[in-house]
T-cell receptor, first 111, second 115 residues
Framework: QKEVEQNSGPLSVPEGAIASLNCTYSDRVSQSFFWYRQYSGKSPELIMSIYSNGDKEDGRFTAQLNKASQYVSLLIRDSQPSDSATYLCAVRGTGRRALTFGSGTRLQVQP | DTGVSQDPRHKITKRGQNVTFRCDPISEHNRLYWYRQTLGQGPEFLTYFQNEAQLEKSRLLSDRFSAERPKGSFSTLEIQRTEQGDSAMYLC?????????????FGPGTRLTVT
């Protein structure tokens, strides 16, 4: 079992729709959770961080964390073609500074 | 705030040669990380520094790899006797020590191709 799992996609949504990206992790005591966006050929860009159970909203993005289910998700409202990218979920375990990444979900927003 | 910078952006080398990459973190950040990313995968952790101290190394960091951060500012990653399997994007990230947080910001990466 991978430490951080994501569906590789592609996830295809029409412009203006809500895109829902999911991630599960295996280390029950993980503390910090991050979503990065990565355009093809570019480096990861931090878009959201979440540390406690519940929802965290930032503009069109909402991160959701459920530690009991070991599940973190990212919702993108009013999806735009410019949101088309790979979205990486990253987790920091207890006592560590390194992040463990999933393999990413490729999102395609159709105009 | 100029962000994390890395140099060079691209490097092509022949198998068996040594290569060195440089990373300059965001100026007030005292933690610096190296990751490696291959096509279709997420970044994999290699090592990290807090100030000049190298505090954690991954098992991925074989003895051909060495990293330094001599004055707690920029860092270098050297790969000796490169192999074709070393071809990857090498990413540097930095973060600021703060209570419980660890938001890491990545540089543009150095793409290494070993022929």
């Amino acid at each position: 079992q991978k430490e951080v799992e994501q569906n590789s996609g592609p996830l295809s949504v029409p412009e203006g729709a809500i895109a829902s990206l999911n991630c599960t992790y295996s280390d029950r005591v993980s503390q910090s959770f991050f979503w990065y966006r990565q355009y093809s050929g570019k480096s990861p860009e931090l878009i959201m961080s979440i540390y406690s159970n519940g929802d965290k909203e930032d503009g069109r993005f909402t991160a959701q964390l459920n530690k009991a289910s070991q599940y973190v998700s990212l919702l993108i409202r009013d999806s735009q073609p410019s949101d088309s990218a790979t979205y990486l979920c990253a987790v920091r375990g207890t006592g560590r500074r390194a992040l463990t990444f999933g393999s990413g979900t490729r999102l395609q927003v159709q105009p | 705030d100029t962000g994390v910078s890395q140099d060079p952006r691209h490097k092509i080398t022949k198998r068996g040669q040594n290569v060195t990459f440089r990373c300059d973190p965001i100026s007030e950040h005292n933690r610096l990380y190296w990751y490696r990313q291959t096509l279709g995968q997420g970044p994999e952790f290699l090592t990290y520094f807090q100030n000049e101290a190298q505090l954690e190394k991954s098992r991925l960091l074989s003895d051909r790899f060495s990293a330094e951060r001599p004055k707690g500012s920029f860092s270098t990653l050297e790969i000796q006797r490169t192999e074709q399997g070393d071809s990857a994007m090498y990413l540097c990230a930095s973060s600021l020590v703060s209570e419980g947080e660890n938001e890491q910001y990545f540089g543009p990466g150095t793409r290494l191709t070993v022929t």
